[in-house]
């Protein structure tokens, strides 16, 4: 058949926004080995419902989302059509003349190996898809790309060097991914590039040298979220870029050099930068008038803020918090009029706050917490907040009417931890015991009952008689719940969780027991403790909630009891699944330092952490709160029960298999333990968490007891390590406690005592603890208390650093992966447990080179 002329259509990078919206009909009526025919064939081979009908007898080019060019398809647009899977070889990879390519917002997971033929590509676009492939070095056949966008999936590996073959390319986004390693050099011959987004992968190293040069047009500059090293120095040279995030990294030294014009957004937060911001206006060539945004937190800057911050006229937001600045005073910030966003929190702050803050009319978040400011709350006359943060600081006085009277409409305020007066009854329990914790004046009952009135006077006769009726209904409620609560027998905790409603007014102190300990939490009452929810900070939890989800902390909720003690499921209202893990031990921290580390720790997040939800303090208990995870920990499923200790299902007919996508599929029981591609990657992502703690947070983490019971498997059987940082709550008071360690994960320096004193655990102690999950992993073993071959009495580390060194180790292979073809990189496996299971710590490596050698025995799949 023959195809109508198409009118010349143009496109460029903002073609990509349009949306497919086609109707098909499953006829194929194109001639074979044509644009038409490949169009159609990829369309209806990716999925695409019989009810979403095509018109495959007309003309290509007549379709919507299809560009041609003298009857050739130059340009094809499909997003959001729910495409999935992996896209067939010989279909748009058939598409000679094609120039632009969108598929983003599918379920895409694979590209077909002729894609890469596509040497007219001007545009392509596949983000936010969930293509798992290795970016190939194919992508050099790219020459005439302008545009490359492939973030949001889940690419891994390296940025191949080939990149330096895509010489036109102007816009690279590759955000959200897993890519590793360091950014290719060969991205330096990329010189029209006006946009780079490399933000939240896994990429280290340092930026190529010559970096801010070879970019003479770079607009937008984006590494947040990876372990990029380097100083202010790798950035001179940038002389259009308006846009600056490196935030989340390892860069350090002084920030002075990267204020340079004409940035507009600057984000350096969560970084090493230390030194004196105060330097910066020497900078005689920054135009502080151009900055919009400005993020400078978690850094080690010290010293007095910027002497000119009022020249940054259109300054929006503002971040200086978590620094070590010297106390000084507010600073002077009254004629940055559009200022929105302030967070001045643990900068040294002292004296008052100024009352010409209120001139800052366009503010919505101010957060002053954390420092040691004084006298009386200014009349905050702002009608913009939503946001307000005072707690932990020396006010004192009467929180201000006109203050309150703004509070009810407000996101999210909180005044605890301060001197100050508050007398308004119209708060809830919970709000009072949430925002106001710690005030040494307060007076709940109001001095003002109509503080609070929404609605005029005349209606208090209504809301007597209402209110009397609601006492009414609830005294008959509760004298029922009363009279079945005597008769309930006690019920599943599944069952009982539902019913915290009735129990929000029980009174303590309240005393738990486990298998192997008896905890109190000394509460007088269960909803006067609050239960602090990072990501929810609305809701109002209490002590009493945590009751209901834990059905009274009951035994039959028990998860574990670990080091710091029992670990309890539970459900809170709302249906958030959590696990509750009570820190027994008693804490050298007060309150509002535990509070405080407690926030610090529930910031800090790795897809290979169990990140904590939030926490409560109960009397003497810490109770931390973490995300709930579904299949268990890896003590479970190397020498336990199946993956899923707490499921019913019967698994018995389950398999598991590896798909052709370096993957794994939807799999069940002991099946998994077949695959050594999943036991390296819970190895390499135990590896990661570790390496991130290590070197990625400011100060390093140090676990302190890493075991195969601390690692735990997501929805998605991603590794993920639980318990981290929660030895500095108690203070050296338990180094004797961790010293004597979990047995067979205890390192030889902490088993060597006649020197007296107690170690102190480092870095190298959680590497060789590290060594013995990767000793489990291979053979199968427990770290003590199995049996070996050799008739000895050894324990597995010693039983395989023999071997090791007798040049047998394939002998300690488990049974269940060999005949894989994959035994070499078992065995270097083995090699690697053996060095982090050095005898002095200075002869194991560091997790960052822990990661580097197991992602060079990766398994690969052959195609």
């Not at 590209?111 to 992508?139: A, E, R």
């Not at 968490?689 to 601390?710: E, N, Q, T």
Request: charged share 20%.
């Amino acid at each position: 058949m023959s195809f109508r002329r198409c009118p010349q259509m143009g496109f460029g990078f903002f073609s990509s926004v349009l949306v497919l919206t086609l109707f098909f009909r499953p006829l194929v009526c194109q001639e074979p080995n044509t644009d038409g025919y490949f169009v159609s064939d990829f369309l209806q081979k990716m999925g695409l419902s019989s009810s979403q009908g095509y018109n495959f007898s007309a003309p290509v080019c007549s379709w919507q989302g299809v560009f041609c060019e003298q009857e050739n398809v130059i340009g094809l647009v499909a997003s959001g059509l729910g495409l999935s899977g992996l896209i067939p070889d010989t279909t748009i990879g058939k598409l000679r003349n094609l120039e632009l390519l969108d598929l983003s917002n599918n379920k895409i997971t694979g590209l077909p190996s002729d894609l890469w033929s596509l040497g007219s590509l001007k545009t392509l676009n596949l983000s936010s898809n969930q293509i798992s492939d290795n970016l190939p070095s194919n992508i050099g056949n790219f020459g005439l790309l302008q545009t490359l966008d492939l973030s949001s999936n889940n690419f891994s590996g390296t940025i191949p060097e080939a990149m330096n073959s895509l010489l036109r390319l102007q816009v690279l986004m590759l955000a959200r991914n897993r890519f590793e390693s360091r950014i290719p050099s060969g991205i330096l011959n990329c010189h029209y590039l006006v946009s780079i987004d490399l933000s939240s992968n896994q990429l280290s190293g340092t930026l190529p040298h010559g970096f801010g040069a070879a970019f003479p047009k770079l607009k937008s500059f984006n590494i947040a979220g990876n372990g990029i090293r380097g100083r202010d120095s790798d950035f001179l040279g940038l002389k259009s870029t308006t846009y600056l995030n490196i935030s989340r990294n390892l860069f350090q030294g002084s920030v002075i050099g990267v204020f340079q014009e004409p940035l507009a957004v600057i984000d350096l937060s969560q970084n090493r930068f230390q030194g004196h911001i105060s330097q910066v206006h020497f900078n005689s060539s920054f135009n502080w008038s151009r900055l919009v945004y400005l993020d400078l937190s978690e850094n080690h800057l010290s010293g007095e803020f910027f002497s000119n911050l009022n020249d940054a006229q259109n300054l929006k937001h503002l971040n200086l918090a978590y620094n070590r600045f010297s106390k000084q005073a507010f600073p002077e910030i009254s004629t940055i009029s559009n200022l929105e966003y302030l967070n001045l929190s643990e900068t040294n702050l002292i004296g008052r706050i100024p009352a010409e803050i209120s001139e800052l009319s366009s503010l919505r978040t101010l957060d002053l917490s954390k420092n040691h400011l004084s006298s009386e709350i200014p009349l905050l006359s702002i009608k913009e907040f939503q946001v307000l943060d005072l707690s932990y600081n020396n006010l004192s006085g009467d929180i201000p009417v006109s203050l309150l009277e703004k509070l009810p409409w407000m996101e999210r305020f909180n005044f605890s931890y301060n001197n100050l007066t508050l007398c308004a009854s119209e708060f809830s329990p919970g709000t009072l015991k949430t925002a106001f914790i710690g005030l040494l004046n307060s007076c709940p009952i109001a001095a003002n009952p109509d503080l609070f009135r929404r609605k005029s006077p005349q209606h208090r006769g209504l809301k007597l008689a209402l209110a009397l009726a609601i006492s009414l209904v609830c005294l008959l409620v509760g004298l029922l719940f009363l009279a079945f609560g005597c008769r309930r027998k006690t019920r599943l905790w599944a069952v009982k969780q539902n019913s915290y409603k009735e129990e929000q007014n029980i009174s303590g102190p309240f005393s738990f027991q486990t298998d192997s300990t008896t905890w109190v939490a000394d509460v007088k009452l269960a909803t006067s403790v609050s239960v602090v929810i990072f990501e929810k900070p609305l809701l109002n939890f209490t002590f009493a909630d945590l009751l209901s989800a834990t059905s009274h902390f009951d035994r039959g909720t028990l998860l574990a009891e670990g080091r710091f003690g029992p670990v309890y499921r539970g459900f809170l209202p709302g249906g958030i699944h959590v696990a509750v893990k009570v820190l027994v031990h008693g804490s050298t921290m007060t309150d509002q330092e535990a509070a405080r580390e407690l926030e610090h720790l529930g910031r800090i997040k790795h897809p290979n952490l169990v990140p904590l939800t939030g926490y409560c303090l109960a009397g003497d208990q810490r109770i931390a709160i973490y995300d709930y995870m579904e299949n268990g920990n890896l003590q479970n499923l190397l020498h336990d029960l199946p993956l899923g200790l707490q499921t019913t299902e019967d698994w018995s007919t389950d398999t598991w298999e590896e798909d052709d996508n370096n993957g794994i599929q939807n799999v069940g029981s002991e099946g998994l333990l077949t695959t050594w591609r999943f036991r390296h990657k819970i190895a390499l992502g135990t590896a990661r968490a570790l390496a991130f703690l290590h070197h990625g947070c400011s100060p390093p983490i140090i676990h302190r007891d890493v075991k195969a019971s601390s690692v735990y498997l997501d929805s998605i059987l991603e590794p993920r390590l639980s318990d981290f940082g929660l030895a500095k709550i108690f203070g050296n008071g338990l180094e004797d406690e961790i010293a004597r360690g979990s047995p067979g994960y205890v390192p030889p320096e902490f088993l060597q005592l006649e020197t007296g004193s107690p170690k102190s655990p480092t870095p190298k102690s959680d590497v060789y603890g590290f060594g013995v999950i990767l000793f489990e992993l291979i053979t199968g073993k427990k770290p003590v208390e199995d049996e070996y071959p050799d008739d000895k009495e050894v324990n597995l580390v010693t039983w395989v650093r023999e071997l090791v060194r007798k040049n047998e180790v394939s002998r300690a292979i488990d049974p269940k992966i060999r005949g894989t073809g994959l035994e070499t990189q078992m065995e270097e496996a083995l090699k690697i447990g053996y060095l982090c299971t050095a005898d002095l710590p200075s002869k194991r490596p560091s997790m960052q080179q822990v990661v580097g050698l197991l992602k060079d025995i990766e398994p690969v799949t052959h195609q």
